[in-house]
């Protein structure tokens, strides 16, 4: 495939799974100027990587790979000041008015998700969107065994409203 | 009290939702950008090639030097003394580089973010050592680079082995300032991270990552 086919069929799948991009760097960037940071940063990665794609593979597990562990090295990060790395201007992801149309029980949840480790965070969030454990457990790089036995005590600890998590 | 999986429907009609709210800018992704952009591990790879090409270059000033010392002990020695720790210097350079290309970010979070977690030991430890190893090494640097540009014949000895031990008693001591003032030094990140490595808390914060990460991956 020519370059020009190559970035468009990338801006494309992008474009259709966007969601995701959204969804990662809203659960590990509080502030609005990390999560342009990190929603940058993923894009360069999904860029450099997309040569290297298994198209057999699904498009939107493979995005979530690379998003999640850019977003985990991310938060990690020692230095917390980092700099725009595609431009200092204009926003890559644009959320209009999304806060306004979020319901009470997503301000509960992101709380809960805010105060989940960054390896829970990932958990948490492939289960939100719908995948089974089998999904999770390749995503993550563990047993479904152990998926199950995560996800179960994290529900319990939701359930209980603790505090830390 | 909160159901993780009534959530899981509220969490599923937001999504839906979320396709009339977000709009990715599509001009930022043109190719030019794209490929003008450099990832934290590019950029981390360039400086790496860069402090590589650096100590390669002195290793083989070095090696020029002890050819024609080599009959000369007393410039011989801390000639080789230079070289081995300039070696040892492109050596781990070459690893981590090596290590830098191995990651895939495509790969299972589990696998990859262990792969980081070594990677950042790695470096935290390479750069304590050169840091430390180097209030002692100078002292055969300072006299390669003597002999090189002033034609040094002889230096006393004692001198050397002054500097030596100076050296030496300066490694607990910038272990010790770095532990007490690292605190303080918010104004400026890169010496905070330079005396936390130092002082070891970035090496204790790294391999508490990888023990947590051990943790998670077994139950």
């Known amino acids: ?165 | 009290m909160f159901d993780l999986d009534e959530m899981k429907q509220a969490w599923a009609q937001h999504d839906r939702k979320l396709d009339e709210c977000i709009r990715l800018n599509r001009q930022l992704l043109s190719r030019e950008n794209l490929n003008g952009a450099r990832s934290q591990m590019q950029r981390l790879t360039v400086l790496l090639g860069m402090e590589a090409a650096g100590w390669f270059v002195i290793v083989v000033l070095l090696g020029n030097f002890m050819y024609y010392n080599i009959s000369i002990l007393r410039f011989a020695l801390p000639g080789a003394a230079a070289d081995l720790y300039a070696i040892g210097m492109f050596g781990v350079m070459i690893r981590l580089i090596v290590e830098v290309q191995r990651i895939d970010y495509g790969g299972p979070i589990a696998a990859i973010q262990k792969q980081l977690g070594v990677l950042r030991v790695l470096r935290i430890r390479t750069l304590q050592w050169a840091l430390l190893a180097g209030t002692v090494v100078w002292a055969p640097f300072a006299i390669v680079v003597f002999r090189v540009l002033f034609g040094l014949e002889s230096y006393n000895f004692a001198w050397l082995i002054a500097n030596l031990v100076f050296g030496l008693s300066l490694i607990p001591l910038a272990i010790w300032v770095s532990k007490r003032f690292s605190g303080r030094m918010d104004r400026s990140p890169f010496i905070q991270r330079l005396m936390n490595d130092i002082a070891g808390y970035n090496l204790t914060a790294a391999e508490g990552f990888l023990s947590e990460l051990s943790k998670f991956e077994e139950n």
């Open chain 1, 1 to 165: 495939m020519t370059s020009p086919a190559l970035q468009e069929k990338f801006q494309s799948l992008v474009d259709e799974h966007k969601k995701i991009l959204y969804k990662v760097c809203n659960s590990y960037c509080r502030n609005r100027d990390d999560r342009e940071d990190l929603a940058q940063e993923i894009m360069i990665q999904l860029w450099r990587s997309f040569g290297s794609f298994d198209e057999r593979a699904r498009f939107s597990t493979w995005m979530y790979r690379i998003a999640l562990n850019v977003a985990i090295s991310f938060y990690r990060r020692e230095s917390t000041r980092t700099r725009f790395v595609l431009s200092s201007e204009a926003l890559l992801l644009n959320a209009v008015d999304e806060t306004a149309k979020r319901p009470a029980e997503m301000q509960v949840l992101n709380e809960f998700i805010g105060r989940l480790d960054p390896l829970n965070k990932a958990l948490v969030l492939l289960y939100l969107d719908g995948h089974n454990y089998q999904e999770i457990a390749a995503v993550v790089g563990i047993t479904e065994t152990n998926v199950a036995t995560k996800i179960s005590r994290l529900k319990q600890k939701l359930e209980k409203g603790e505090q830390h998590v």
